[in-house]
C-alpha cells in the first residue's frame, strides 16, 4: 500500500462536495467578506493579479478589500513594490516584487515554451542566446516600447519578422513594464533586476509554488495548479510533499491536495455579492472550474483567449458585465444567466453602484442596464 493511498485512507472522512470547495477557495481569494489589509499584502495572498489590462486588477481589489484606495496601488506601481511582467501562462501580472524574483525563474521554462510555440517558426535556425543577448543589450539602462524594441532588433536580424523578435526578447529576457501605464498605447519596457534593483533567485523553487497556490487557490489537484502556472511535470513535486500536504475527497471520489490548516468554511457559509474583472484569478486558475461556473457557463465566460467580467451570486458565476463610459454617463451592463430573487438583485444593485462609483469616479449619471 503506498504512502498516498495510506493518507487519502485515513483522510476519507473529509468529504467535500462542489459548495465546500467553492467556500474554501473563495475564503483564499478574499471574496468571502471584504478585508482590512494593505494592497501589497492581499497583492501576495493572490499570488498576484491577471494584468492583461490596466484597469483590472484595480476591480478585482476593490471586491476583496475595506476602503480600497486605487492610489495606493498605484503608489506601490510606482515605488516599484508591485511590478507587471510575463509570469503564469506566459501572461502579464502584477505581483510584488519578491514574488516576482523567485517566480520569474521557476516559470521560465513556460515562457521558453511560448516563444517557441508562437514564434518558433519565425526564429528557425535564429540563435535563442544572440536573440536575449541583444535584447538585454537594447534595454541595458533603458525602457523601450514594444515598437522601438522591434525596430532595434529589425537592425540587428534583418530579414526577420520583427514581432516576433521583439516577443522572444520578452518572453526570453525577464522584464518589466515601466510606469505609468493608462488605458492603452504601447508600454515601455525594461531590465527586470537593475531596475528593482534586486537579483533572481539563483534556484528555482517548485515547492514554494504549491504552498503558495494550495493557500491562495486550494484545495486542488495536481492538474489546477498546472493550468494555473503553465508548469507541466507538477505530480512528482506533490508527492515528494506528501508528508507536509494534507489528502481530500471530493463527494465524486477525485483526489485534491491542500495545507493542514487552510481555511474550508462550511458550504453553507455565505458569500456575498460580487463583481469580478476582465481575467480575473478565479476564473482562470483551475483546470477544473466546475467550483465557480458549470460548463455551460464556463462557454460563456471564456471565449477564445478572453475571460468576461463576472457576477458572483451566492459564490458561482451567475452573469457577465461591461462598464462603458461616454462623456460624463458610465454605465454598466449585466447579463444575467438565470433570473435572480428580489433579495438578491437588490444586492447586485447596491454592489453595481458601488464598482460604478469606484470606477467611475467623475460621472454624473450612473447606469445599471441589466439584460
Known amino acids: ?3 498516498a493511498f495510506t493518507r487519502l485512507t485515513r483522510k476519507a472522512t473529509t468529504v467535500l462536495d462542489r459548495r465546500a470547495i ?3 477557495t473563495l475564503a483564499r481569494q478574499l471574496l468571502l467578506r471584504r478585508h482590512d489589509m494593505g494592497v501589497l499584502e492581499a497583492t501576495e495572498q493572490l499570488v498576484g493579479l491577471q494584468a492583461q489590462l490596466p484597469f483590472p486588477p484595480y476591480i478585482g481589489l476593490q471586491a476583496r478589500l475595506e476602503d480600497f484606495d486605487r492610489d495606493e496601488l498605484a503608489k506601490l506601481i510606482l515605488d516599484r513594490q508591485i511590478v507587471r511582467s510575463s509570469l503564469m501562462r506566459y501572461t502579464m501580472h502584477l505581483v510584488t516584487t519578491p514574488d516576482l524574483l523567485w517566480l520569474r525563474p521557476l516559470l521560465q521554462p513556460v515562457l521558453d515554451r511560448a516563444q517557441k510555440g508562437f514564434f518558433g517558426r519565425e526564429t528557425q535556425g535564429m540563435d535563442l542566446g544572440e536573440i536575449a543577448a541583444h535584447g538585454r543589450k537594447l534595454l541595458n539602462g533603458k525602457a523601450l516600447t514594444q515598437v522601438q524594441l522591434r525596430e532595434a532588433m529589425s537592425e540587428r536580424f534583418p530579414g526577420r519578422d520583427p514581432l516576433s523578435l521583439a516577443y522572444s526578447v520578452q518572453y526570453l529576457v525577464p522584464l518589466v513594464h515601466v510606469p505609468p501605464w493608462g488605458k492603452g498605447g504601447s508600454v515601455p519596457s525594461t531590465l527586470a533586476e537593475p531596475f528593482l534593483d534586486g ?3 539563483a534556484q528555482a523553487d517548485p515547492r514554494r509554488l504549491v504552498r503558495r497556490y494550495l493557500a491562495a487557490f486550494g484545495p486542488a489537484t495536481v492538474k489546477d495548479l ?3 502556472s503553465g508548469l507541466t511535470f507538477m505530480a512528482k513535486v506533490f508527492k515528494e510533499m506528501s508528508d507536509e500536504l494534507e489528502v481530500l475527497i471530493t463527494d465524486t471520489g477525485q483526489e485534491l491536495y491542500d495545507l493542514p490548516g487552510a481555511p474550508r468554511p462550511d458550504g453553507d457559509t455565505p458569500a456575498p455579492i460580487r463583481f469580478l474583472p476582465e481575467y480575473d484569478n478565479l476564473m482562470v486558475s483551475h483546470f ?3 467550483r465557480v461556473m458549470d460548463d455551460d457557463i464556463r ?3 471564456c471565449v477564445g483567449a478572453g475571460i468576461a467580467a463576472t457576477l458572483l451570486v451566492d459564490g458561482f458565476v451567475r452573469g457577465i458585465w461591461k462598464l462603458k463610459e461616454q462623456k460624463k454617463t458610465a454605465t454598466l451592463t449585466l447579463t444575467l444567466f438565470q433570473p435572480l430573487s428580489k433579495k438578491d438583485f437588490k ?3 447596491k454592489e453595481a453602484d458601488g464598482v460604478l462609483r469606484f470606477a467611475a469616479p467623475d460621472a454624473t449619471t450612473r ?4 439584460e
Open 347 to 349: 444586492a447586485v444593485e
Open 288 to 290: 477544473d472550474r466546475s
Open 1 to 3: 500500500m503506498t504512502a
Open 367 to 370: 447606469e445599471l442596464v441589466v
Open 22 to 24: 467553492n467556500r474554501a
Open 199 to 201: 537579483k533572481f533567485a
Open 299 to 301: 462557454k460563456r465566460v
Open 226 to 228: 498546472q493550468a494555473f
